[in-house]
């Protein structure tokens, strides 16, 4: 079946690091592959998304790259900041619509 | 646009009593919505998928009797937590696809009811 495999956590960074969350995945066919936020006590939100080999994902200053033949999607971003902190999953959609999320991963940013 | 709202977000209730999710989408038609349960740190388990005007699809493991999904418009599901017990204290989740194509396969989540059973 489809799964995702995020890298462990946690993760502590300084304000304007530069972060990367590797993330990869196996699935049938050709799957859509998400990058959601949750910010504590909240729901998710989607980051962004890829839809296609190549495609590349971007939002608030994150990016990710849809690379069908490492069959990645690394989550990335140049300069944090302290309200960056959350936790992000990574997930994909097979055919049927159904989510399949990594284990999620926690970014703490130091001021 | 793609708003899900959910309600409540915080409910305490004592053993045995039941407890009622709204799940409803803000700006569009929701085909199909999903029902999540979230532990502490850790990923979201899919519970059920339900249909507008169709009977949910539960996942292995999942009491549909203890967890009842009605799915009556294109805009609002309800998980009923039946007879709820201090082990279904959790955090529950629900998400929404439209049904225009072009978003077809992307979820848009509610923010999350926090449930506390005593």
């Known amino acids: 079946g489809d799964s995702v495999t995020q890298m462990e956590g946690p993760v502590t960074l300084s304000e304007e690091a530069f972060l990367t969350i590797n993330c990869t995945y196996t699935a049938t066919g050709y799957p859509s592959l998400f990058w959601y936020v949750q910010y504590p006590g909240e729901g998710l939100q989607l980051l962004l998304k890829?839809?296609?080999?190549?495609d590349k994902g971007s939002n608030k200053g994150f990016e990710a790259t849809y690379r069908k033949e490492t069959t990645s999607f690394h989550l990335e971003k140049g300069s944090v900041q302290v309200s960056d902190s959350a936790v992000y999953f990574c997930a994909l959609t097979g055919a049927n619509s159904k989510l399949t999320f990594g284990k999620g991963i926690t970014l703490s940013v130091r001021p | 646009g793609a708003v899900v709202s959910q309600h409540p977000s915080w409910v305490i209730c004592k053993s045995g009593t039941s407890v009622k999710i709204e799940c409803r989408s803000l700006?569009?038609?929701?085909?199909?919505m999903f029902w999540y349960r979230q532990f502490p740190k850790q990923s979201l388990m899919l519970m059920a998928t339900?249909?507008?005007?169709?009977?949910?699809?539960?996942e292995q493991g999942v009491e549909k009797d203890k967890f009842l999904i009605n799915h009556a418009s294109l805009t609002l599901s309800t998980l009923t937590v039946t007879s709820a017990h201090p082990e279904d204290s959790s955090f529950y989740i629900c998400s929404a696809i439209s049904g225009g194509l072009e978003a077809k396969n992307i979820q848009y989540f509610g923010a999350g009811t926090r449930l506390s059973v005593l």
């Open positions: 890829a839809t296609k080999a190549d």
């Open positions: 700006d569009f038609q929701a085909t199909t």
């Open positions: 339900s249909n507008e005007g169709s009977k949910a699809t539960y």
